[in-house]
Structures are given as structure tokens and as C-alpha cells.
């Protein structure tokens, strides 16, 4: 059966600072939805918020995973429920390899009943799984035995993502700048891999983006534009061809509230990311 994850009217605040000012947001399995938007726009916001990460309050508003409200369940829950992040910065874990991460991780998402320190999915089979996973994505077999990130360049990083795709064959993907850092080459293995899974799997796909490239070939059949907290503008790839050549500006004019707020959201990131460095 397709699943629908619909979000509706979402806001969500950081620091006691509103950033989402009420997003309306469909996705059924086996589309593809682009999400772009200025820096600062509230794009991560949106991807860590629905994944429930702690420190983004959700102020009112629902995502509901086929009728049920997914923002009232813990992170784990979600995870079980189908959902899945690639995060824009991931964290290394270090003393954790890839290979046990994934194991971990497969075991609860499948076996979403299993209480902490029951078994693991055999070790055969996960092994078999693994390998058969990472020789379609062309991931070398030396790379499950390293610590999750550690060290990882970025690409290694982006693929490591790709395989934790693969392995845990989400409903819904959200993939936050998985394009970034990538030279080119990488950008299209990455696609191919994320293709492949979600044709696959039938994982409905959310690509967050700045840049065209990464979706020549992670075909979207549908584009939102976030600006200033919410979206403004839905359409198909003329939208990315439109920002490609002419930037934001039309949006700026086009929707002048949305603008003022997101004046203020561009200042913050600016100043956030000056303490930063
Ligand atoms: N921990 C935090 N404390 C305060 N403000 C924050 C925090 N995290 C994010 N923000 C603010 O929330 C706003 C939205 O940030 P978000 O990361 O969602 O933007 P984005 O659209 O993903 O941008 P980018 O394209 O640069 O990744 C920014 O103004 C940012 O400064
Ligand atoms: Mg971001």
C-alpha cells in the first residue's frame, strides 16, 4: 500500500524563535519532491523537526505518516514508522563501524517490537545483505569496517548515507544537501544509489537543495519553494531552471511578507555563522 506523510500548517521554533511559519507539505511513495530555499530559509529545520530532534519545538501544526501524527512520537518511533534523515552535517561515531551502526539500526527499524539487548539479526544473513547491498552501490568492502564518519571525507560520508538508504528501506527519505561538497562524479553515484533504493523500496523522496546539478538526475516530479519560513511557490523543474538563471529575487517580490521574515532568518544564519568560525 502507498503511504502519504502530509504536513500540515507547521511551525516550528528553535531558541524560542519561530522558523517555520505554518508549511503545508505532501509526499506520497515513489514520488520525488525537491525542496529549495535560500540559507537560513528553514530547510534543515523542517528535516530535523519532522525527525524529532530535540532542540526544534514544534509550535503547532501536524505530520501525519498515513493518518498518524508523527510529531507526538519519539525519534526512534519515527525511525520504525519509516522515516529516514540524511543529515546536512553528520556526526562521526567514533569506536562504532559502519557495519555495526547498520546492524543496529536494520535490527530496530525491522523488528520495530525488540527490546533493547535482544538479539540482532543473525550475523549471516545482515553479512550477506551487506555485502550485496554495497557491491550494487559500488561502495568498497573495506568501508564497512571503519568508524561511522570518522574521518570520512565528504563524499565517503554522502555514500555512507546512500548505503544506510539502501540497508534500511525507508517509506520517506529526507536527503538535506546530500549534493554538497560532492565533485561531480560523486554526485552522480550518489544519485544513481538513491535512485535505485527508492525505486526499490518505493521511498518517497524529499531532496534538499540549492543547486540543479545533483537533480539532473534525481528527477523531481515535484518543487517547493521555502522562503521565509514557509512555502511559497509549488511547481515542477521550470521552477529549478527559474532560480538557476534568475536567483531569488522574484520571490523576494512576489511574496514581500514572506520576504520581511526572511530578511530576519538570512541575519541570524549570518550571525550564527560567524560565532561558527
Ligand atoms: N540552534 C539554533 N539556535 C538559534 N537559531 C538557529 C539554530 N539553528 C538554526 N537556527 C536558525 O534557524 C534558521 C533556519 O536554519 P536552517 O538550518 O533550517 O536553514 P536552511 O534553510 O537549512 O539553510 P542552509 O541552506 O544554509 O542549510 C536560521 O536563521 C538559523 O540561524
Ligand atoms: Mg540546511
Known amino acids: 500500500m502507498t503511504k502519504t506523510l502530509e504536513i500540515k500548517d507547521l511551525h516550528v521554533a528553535i531558541g524560542g524563535k ?3 511559519k505554518g508549511v503545508d507539505l505532501t509526499l506520497r511513495q515513489g514520488e520525488i519532491h525537491a525542496l529549495m530555499g535560500p540559507n537560513g530559509s528553514g530547510k534543515s529545520t523542517l528535516s530535523y523537526a ?3 530532534h530535540p532542540s ?29 534523515l540524511a543529515f546536512q552535517y553528520p556526526t562521526a ?3 562504532v563501524t559502519v557495519a555495526n551502526f547498520l ?28 555485502r550485496e547491498t554495497m557491491e550494487e552501490l559500488g561502495v568498497d568492502g573495506e568501508f564497512a569496517r571503519r568508524y561511522l564518519n570518522e574521518g570520512f ?33 560523486a554526485v552522480r553515484l550518489v544519485s544513481e544509489g538513491v535512485n535505485k533504493v527508492a525505486a526499490r523500496a518505493g521511498t518517497g523522496v524529499l531532496v534538499i537543495t540549492h543547486y540543479q546539478r545533483i537533480l539532473n538526475y534525481i528527477k523531481p516530479q515535484f518543487v517547493h519553494i521555502l522562503f521565509g519560513g514557509r512555502i511559497v511557490e509549488n511547481g515542477g523543474n521550470e521552477l529549478v531552471d527559474k532560480l538557476e538563471r534568475e536567483g531569488y529575487d522574484w520571490v523576494r517580490e512576489k511574496y514581500p511578507d514572506a520576504a ?4 530576519e532568518l538570512e541575519r541570524r544564519a549570518l550571525a550564527e555563522s560567524k560565532f561558527a568560525f
Open 103 to 130: 546492524r543496529h539500526a536494520v535490527t530496530n527499524v525491522r523488528t520495530p517490537d525488540r527490546k533493547e539487548g535482544e538479539d540482532l539479526m543473525p550475523m549471516r544473513e545482515f553479512r550477506k545483505e551487506l
Open 93 to 95: 561515531i567514533p569506536g
Open 50 to 52: 519532522l525527525m524529532g
Open 260 to 263: 520581511v521574515d526572511e530578511d
Open 153 to 185: 571525507s565528504g563524499g565517503e560520508k554522502k555514500r555512507a548515507e546512500v548505503l544506510q538508504l539502501a540497508m534500511l528501506r525507508p517509506a520517506f527519505a529526507i536527503l538535506d544537501e546530500t549534493d554538497s561538497g560532492l565533485d561531480i562524479d
Open 56 to 84: 526544534y519545538e514544534v509550535l503547532a501544526g501536524t505530520a501525519e505518516l498515513d493518518g498518524e501524527n508523527i510529531l507526538e512520537l519519539e525519534a526512534d518511533e519515527r525511525a520504525k514508522k519509516g522515516l529516514f
Open 18 to 20: 519561530e522558523i517555520l
